[in-house]
């Protein structure tokens, strides 16, 4: 086969492929073309990745790039420019937010491009080695908290010195998904309390494992998950219940770590104006569920993309795509994600085996032989 990986749009740092995955493919015996630059933001030069065995294209040759191979692998979503330079029946990777770029997906069916979202990889066994979700989660979820140290005019751990002991700072992460429970393991081992919520009481145990404690809220009695392990999305009754239970936890931390997110949904509003209003000076949100289109995150303070700082002196955190704070590592994540996706994709002989009666195949497939084959983009693009 061949492959392409494309240069990111502006303030993305990481890459498709890394030099170890791209020696590996092609050592396999397929072709790989890197745009020039690609890797730089993930401090993988050009020259790595020809000693990999990749292709380097550069001015004319990146322009037509993805016209030229049989797969284009990506991080963002690619101009809809790019998608018309695709060759039809070519083969599309990446993390595409189909739901947030519809006039993109039907670019793509109408150039019968096969699109696979890696966002829609389902959460089952065979698929966890795939789950970009997850490595990008747990880079976000990591990097959260040592924003929050940078940030909060406390340190974390406590410490008995000849000056007096200094008492331990109080951590609350809501959400004990990927994100939240990478959170507490970091802020535990940076010495902090870590206190823990979750609409899912089957967390538990895992937050307890950790080191926090798992905070119990009354509310009404829910559903708590979907078949995949995400949240379900809540009643405005529940949610509202939610809010009041966790006021008292989020006035009393000196970090509040948010991650909860509805797959598909805005982020849930758990955190208003007025109570942050009634947080302590220098007490800090990082607000992993920051979203741009929203305008907000968890907290209804959030300004995306920006660190502010609120009249009675709470820092939030609205930094953007955290995983991206880590490139290294967070390319090598997802670089290995898509490594496993394409070993179910090609078989032996290296032919690209594309099959709709997989599980994996079909939950991630958008678009397919110049059709919308998801039923939650077809029904974003009816309304």
């Given amino acids: ?32 073309l890197i745009e020039t630059g690609a890797g730089l933001g993930s401090h993988a030069n050009d020259t790595s990745y020809q000693e990999a065995g990749a292709k380097v294209v550069s001015g004319v040759d990146a322009t037509t790039l993805c016209s030229e191979v049989d797969i284009v692998l ?34 793509l069916a109408n150039r019968a491009v096969t699109a696979i979202s890696l966002e829609f990889i389902p959460r089952i066994t065979r698929a966890q080695a795939m789950d970009v979700l997850s490595s990008q989660a747990n880079m976000a979820g990591y990097k959260a908290v040592i924003l929050a140290a940078d940030a909060c005019p406390k340190m974390f751990p406590m410490m008995m010195t000849a000056a007096g002991t200094i008492a331990p700072s109080r951590v609350f992460v809501i959400g004990a998904g990927v994100a939240g429970l990478q959170a507490i393991a970091t802020a535990k081992r940076l010495g902090a309390i870590v206190e823990a919520y979750d609409v899912r009481p089957e967390v538990e145990e895992q937050v307890q494992s950790l080191g926090g404690r798992f905070v119990k809220l009354p509310t009404t009695k829910q559903e708590t998950s979907t078949s995949g392990g995400y949240a379900k999305q809540q009643t405005d009754e529940e949610r509202r219940q939610q809010v009041e239970l966790m006021t008292k936890h989020v006035m009393t931390a000196d970090a509040v770590i948010t991650t909860a997110a509805i797959f598909g949904k805005a982020p849930p509003l758990l955190i208003p104006a007025d109570v942050v209003r009634q947080m302590r000076s220098g007490s800090v949100i990082v607000d992993i569920a920051a979203d741009t289109q929203i305008g907000r995150g968890n907290c209804e303070m959030t300004k995306p993309g920006q660190r502010c700082i609120t009249d009675n002196g709470v820092i939030i955190e609205g930094t953007l795509n955290l995983p991206g704070c880590l490139p290294v590592h967070a390319s090598q994540a997802y670089a290995n994600n898509l490594q496993a996706l394409l070993k179910e994709m090609i078989d032996t002989e290296g032919n690209l085996k594309l099959d709709q009666e997989d599980e994996i195949q079909n939950s991630a497939t958008i678009t397919h032989a110049g059709q919308v084959v998801n039923t939650m983009v077809m029904e974003a693009i009816k309304t």
Wanted: glycine share 6%; hydrophobic share 45%.
């Fill in 1 to 32: 086969m061949k492959l392409a990986v494309l240069s990111q749009q502006e303030g993305e740092t990481r890459v498709a492929l890394t030099p170890a995955v791209v020696k590996s493919l092609t050592t396999a015996g397929h072709e790989v």
């Fill in 74 to 107: 990506t991080i963002n979503p690619p101009s809809i420019e790019q998608v018309s330079q695709m060759r039809d029946g070519a083969v599309l990777v990446g993390m595409l937010s189909p739901l947030s770029n519809l006039e993109l997906i039907k670019a």
